[in-house]
């Protein structure tokens, strides 16, 4: 289990984030929503590790996290995707798996003796068929379409074997259609037992998707709970959703974005 107590994070005289406290259980997928300059990505950047803490702890099972650096915190097991892709646009889709699942293994570190392409090819390719590449692996990523390159970078973060996925603004840049798709990707892994917590600004990537949903407003969190009740959230709305935005009884019916 995720838990974040009291999270505080101040630059100078401004508090992005002003005692955030909140779990995230194995199995669980939790979205972290709310207006820019909410401090969410603040927020979500300090759980990752590129940021220190002012004040607050991060527990992982148990495990301190606040203190270490985010190489340390993939080895616990917590693996991070970011708003815009990052991969190797050198190297082919195959392996730029096959460089992070060799990454992964300390005692089969990547050798300057033997080719990359012989190197962890099953694992790869069993992660590219995870994550629907599997047709695309001898591509150069510099020609993959961006919706490609988004479940590329989720491939590589999913190579060190993660218990808990942070995805930041995962569905970010993507039409209707690759959003649907790829959120669905995310549910599956939450479903497999996975603790999964993301920022989002499209709110068809948060209804039907996200188990529970976090709104940050002004450092805080304003309200929590599912989909459906956040958007009849009288407060939410007013602050951040608007009145645009509908929701049926089962809580699914998300075609407008939020718009900060």
């Given at each position: 289990m995720l838990q974040v107590q009291e999270l505080v994070?101040?630059?100078?005289?401004?508090?992005?984030?002003?005692?955030?406290?909140?779990?995230?259980?194995?199995?669980?997928?939790?979205?972290?929503?709310?207006?820019?300059?909410?401090?969410?990505?603040?927020?979500?950047?300090?759980?990752?590790?590129?940021?220190?803490?002012?004040?607050?702890?991060?527990?992982?099972?148990?495990?301190?996290?606040?203190?270490?650096?985010?190489?340390?915190?993939?080895?616990?097991?917590?693996a991070r995707t970011f708003q815009?892709?990052?991969?190797?646009?050198?190297?082919?889709?195959?392996?730029?798996?096959?460089?992070?699942?060799?990454?992964?293994?300390?005692?089969?570190?990547?050798?300057?003796?033997?080719?990359?392409?012989?190197?962890s090819v099953g694992a790869a390719r069993a992660l590219l068929d995870q994550t629907g590449l599997g047709a695309s692996d001898g591509e150069d990523v510099a020609n993959l379409a961006y919706g490609a390159k988004k479940r590329l970078e989720l491939a590589i973060a999913l190579a060190a074997a993660p218990r808990l996925l942070l995805l930041d603004e995962p569905a970010a840049g993507l039409a209707?259609?690759?959003?649907?798709?790829?959120?669905?990707?995310?549910?599956?892994?939450?479903?497999?037992?996975?603790?999964?917590?993301?920022?989002?600004?499209n709110m068809d990537a948060v209804a039907g998707v996200a188990d529970r949903v976090l709104v940050l407003i002004e450092g805080r969190i304003a309200a929590q709970g599912s989909f459906d009740a956040i958007s009849r959230d009288a407060e939410v709305r007013r602050l951040y959703l608007g009145d645009g935005l509908?929701?049926?009884?089962?809580?699914?019916?998300?075609?407008?974005?939020?718009?900060a």
């Open positions: 994070k101040h630059f100078g005289g401004i508090r992005a984030v002003d005692g955030v406290s909140f779990e995230v259980a194995a199995g669980e997928c939790v979205a972290l929503i709310g207006p820019n300059g909410a401090g969410k990505s603040t927020c979500f950047a300090c759980i990752a590790g590129q940021y220190p803490l002012t004040g607050g702890r991060i527990l992982w099972n148990g495990q301190a996290l606040e203190k270490l650096a985010p190489a340390a915190r993939l080895r616990h097991g917590v815009v892709a990052q991969v190797f646009e050198a190297l082919t889709v195959l392996q730029n798996v096959q460089l992070a699942v060799q990454a992964s293994r300390a005692q089969n570190a990547i050798s300057a003796f033997k080719p990359l392409d012989r190197q209707e259609a690759e959003r649907a798709s790829l959120m669905q990707l995310v549910k599956t892994l939450a479903g497999q037992g996975m603790a999964v917590l993301y920022t989002e600004h509908e929701a049926d009884g089962d809580g699914a019916d998300a075609r407008g974005a939020a718009h």
